[in-house]
Each structure stands twice: as C-alpha cells, then as structure tokens.
C-alpha cells in the first residue's frame, strides 16, 4: 500500500525554536507538496517541488523554507517559530504535471508556544 | 482567478440516506477533479479523480460526476453509514497553474 509517512504525529515547540517536519514518501513520487490547515481558512499550500532540488513557493511561503535532497524526502523548515504558525500541517505526493491523484499523510499538529 | 466552493458546508442525515455533495468552481480550464474525504485531525484520503475527460468515476458506494462546461460536480453517497461521517473536499488542477485549488468542505455526519 502507498504511504505518505510524517515524522511526528504530534509537536510542541517555543518561539523562535528551529522546527524541522519530515515527510517521507514511498511511491518513487515526483511532486511533494507541503500545506497547512487552519479551521476557516482550509488548505494552504506552502511550498513544493518537481524533482530533487527543486522547489517553488505556494501561496505562504512567508516564514518557512523546504528541502528536498532525495526524491522521496521533503522537508519543512520553520527558521524561527512564531505562535501564528500553529497549525496542522499535511505532507503529499503525486506523480505526474497534471496533479495526478494526492496523497497525503497523516499530518503533524504544532502548537507554538 | 480559480474559485472552488462546496455546498452546503455541514450535513446532518440519518443512516441509510441517499446523499448528494456539491462542488462548484469558477473556470471550466481544468485538467481533472478529485475527491477527498478527512476524518477529525488526519490527513486526506483520495476518494475519486474525474479526468477533465469524464463524465463520472465510481467507486463502491461512491459516485462522482464531472460537468465541466457549467463548473459542477457532485459526490453520491448510496445508503450511507455512520462511518461515513467525515469532511468531504474537492479539489481542481487547473490548466494555469500547477497547484491544485481545494474547496473548504462539507462536514458530513451520518447518524444510527
């Protein structure tokens, strides 16, 4: 079976704290993506990347950067964490340009104290 | 600018019913449609993707359906379970972009 694993399930951390989210995909993907999910504002797309070293900016990419030195890791780097970057963040992967079918893992909830 | 809106944004019905969720979005460019379901605090699972070619996909008690000229599609459930309950999204890939564009959901709960 396809799986999009996230490192933690759940994460605390203090402001300014540098936080890293690994996600790790087992499909031989090409496309990762990063999003977070906040009630009310629904899915926002951070960050993702194509192919191994490339990245491109989604709609919020203020505040954080990405990695992606293997093709099947995709990290997510908050420099300094700030209270309004609590929120729950969503990995996923797909093949393909044409945004063939998503997935998604588990999701990481951080809370920023 | 693409603009995808799900009604009604919460379903309350009792086992058994038939039901229909509705997606609309705002420009016909699209290179395909998916449907996800998310349970309380979890990731989303892919349901259905339509090809901006199809008229419908089917999967168990699920059917989706694609009207791409008037922007529409809508997500069946035959003789739904409590464990339906869930937040539906749908989801477009549009032609000028490479992200996918998400609706905000319908939370869905099915009660015995």
């Known amino acids: 079976d396809v799986k999009v694993t996230q490192s933690s399930r759940y994460l605390v951390k203090r402001t300014g704290e540098k936080v890293f989210l690994e996600c790790v995909q087992d499909m031989d993907h090409e496309n990762m993506f990063w999003y977070r999910q906040d009630p009310g504002l629904g899915l926002r797309l951070i960050y993702f990347?194509?192919?191994?070293?490339?990245?491109e900016k989604g709609d919020i990419p203020e505040g954080y950067s990405v990695s992606r030195e293997k093709k099947e890791r995709f990290s997510l780097i908050l420099e300094s964490a700030s209270t309004n970057q609590t929120s729950m963040y969503l990995c996923?992967?797909?093949?393909?340009?044409?945004?063939?079918?998503?997935?998604f893992g588990s999701g990481t909830q951080l809370s920023v104290l | 600018k693409q603009e995808v809106t799900q009604i009604p944004a919460a379903l309350s019905v009792p086992e058994g019913e038939n039901l229909v969720l509705n997606c609309s979005f705002t420009d016909s460019a699209i290179y395909n449609l998916q449907w996800f379901r998310q349970d309380p605090g979890k990731g989303l699972t892919s349901l259905l993707l339509?090809?901006?070619?199809?008229r419908e996909q089917t999967s168990g008690r699920l059917n989706a359906s694609l009207d791409k000229s008037s922007g529409r599609s809508t997500l069946y459930i035959a003789a739904s379970q409590p464990g339906d309950s869930a937040t539906y999204l749908c989801a477009v890939s549009p032609y000028n972009t490479d992200k996918l564009i998400f609706g905000t959901g319908t939370r869905l709960q099915v009660f015995p």
């Open positions: 339509i090809q901006s070619s199809q």
């Open positions: 990347s194509y192919d191994v070293k490339m990245k």
């Open positions: 996923a992967s797909s093949s393909g340009r044409r945004n063939e079918k998503l997935f």
